[in-house]
């Protein structure tokens, strides 16, 4: 049987580390796109050469012609600029618009069949367009920013328990930004929720908290660390968990960026909710119970999700 074939659209950070993972992964053959001349053939090369070393056997390869993605059974997408210190991720808005416009083109004509997971920033309003640009069916469309987000949020609360990260899991639901909105209630460590966790004495309100505004803040903080970019390692292996969910028929339920068509209340908006991914791209959309200020908070996420697909209409008419 053939391999599968994962497109990257974007071998910069991320799309590099998507590379490697993938490799080390033996998700299948890797085939590296961007706009600039010979990155993504130096990156390709570069990574195959790593494969004697590592043992696997993908072919690695990098083009700047869209051709070379036909036939892909993923495409990951992170083609656009990411944020330099001082900028949110609403800021790259105008620019990443017009990447996700030819991105979508060129999806839409050689890989129409793949399954397609966004990370370009900002996230919720990008899968939208994307979707939109390439026509492809809303399920086989999802952005990923739950993963990551709900990762950032277990990787604290492991840290604050003294537990290992395996045995925390959270969920971060609503857009990728300031409002996004982690759910204690729904986050556990061993099944046992944080707030019987703070009854038990394993952390304060406070605390907990401190450590909620920490996952909020969690690219930034990355962002002013590094200085020339923002964060890909935690974003790529979060990418490839959906991608590798979608490819084994896996039926993983995770929190993505999905198209929602009058779940929680949302209709025609990409927002961050849990879903099943499976062979079938998204096969469901989790609807949990949301109480008083969660509802709230969600809203509020969604409204602000809601300006950036505005502003994205004011700036491509086509898209309305
Ligand atoms: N088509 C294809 N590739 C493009 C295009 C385009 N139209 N425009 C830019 N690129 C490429 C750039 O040449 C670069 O190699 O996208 C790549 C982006 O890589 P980086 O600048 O290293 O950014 P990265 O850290 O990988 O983040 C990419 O993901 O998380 C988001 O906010 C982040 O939007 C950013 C994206």
């Known amino acids: ?8 659209i974007g071998s910069g950070m991320i799309g590099g580390t998507l590379a490697h993972l993938a490799g080390l992964k033996d998700l299948g053959d890797v085939v590296l796109f961007d706009i600039a001349e010979g990155m993504p ?13 590592e043992g696997f056997d993908a072919a690695l390869s990098g083009t700047q012609d869209y051709s ?10 992170t083609a656009g600029v990411p944020r330099k ?32 997971v966004c990370i370009t920033n900002p996230l919720d309003a990008m899968v939208w367009a994307l979707q939109k640009f390439s026509g492809l069916p809303k399920n086989m469309v999802v952005g990923m920013a739950g993963v990551l987000d709900s990762a950032r949020f277990r990787y604290f609360l492991a840290e604050e328990f003294g537990v290992s990260v395996e045995d925390v899991t959270a969920f971060v639901l609503g857009g990728h930004g300031d409002t996004m909105v982690p759910l204690p209630r729904y ?3 061993a099944g046992i929720p944080l707030p019987d966790l703070i009854k038990m004495g394993w952390t304060t309100e406070e605390k907990l908290e401190e450590i909620v505004q920490r996952t909020r803040d969690g690219g930034a903080e990355i962002v002013g660390l590094l200085k020339t970019g923002s964060a890909f390692y935690a974003p790529a292996a979060s ?8 490819l084994k028929d896996k039926k993983r339920v995770l929190p993505c960026a999905a198209y929602c068509s009058g779940q929680y209340g949302v209709d025609g908006v990409y927002v961050g909710v849990p879903i099943v991914i499976g062979a079938g791209g998204v096969e469901k959309i989790v609807e949990i119970e949301l109480q008083g200020a969660e509802q709230e908070g969600f809203d509020k996420s969604v409204n602000a999700v ?10 491509e008419p086509s898209l309305a």
Do not use: W
């Open 1 to 8: 049987m053939a391999r599968n074939k994962i497109a990257l």
């Open 41 to 53: 053939q130096g990156k390709a090369l570069d990574l195959a050469e790593s494969s004697p070393v």
């Open 68 to 77: 070379g993605i036909a036939g892909a059974d993923v495409v990951i997408v």
């Open 85 to 116: 210190p001082g900028m949110s991720r609403d800021d790259l808005l105008g620019i990443n618009l017009k990447v996700m416009a030819s991105v979508g083109a060129g999806i839409k004509e050689h890989a129409p069949d793949a399954f397609v």
């Open 187 to 189: 986050s556990t460590v």
């Open 239 to 246: 990418g490839i968990a959906m991608a590798e969910a979608y």
């Open 306 to 315: 809601k300006g950036l697909i505005e502003a994205c209409q004011q700036i």
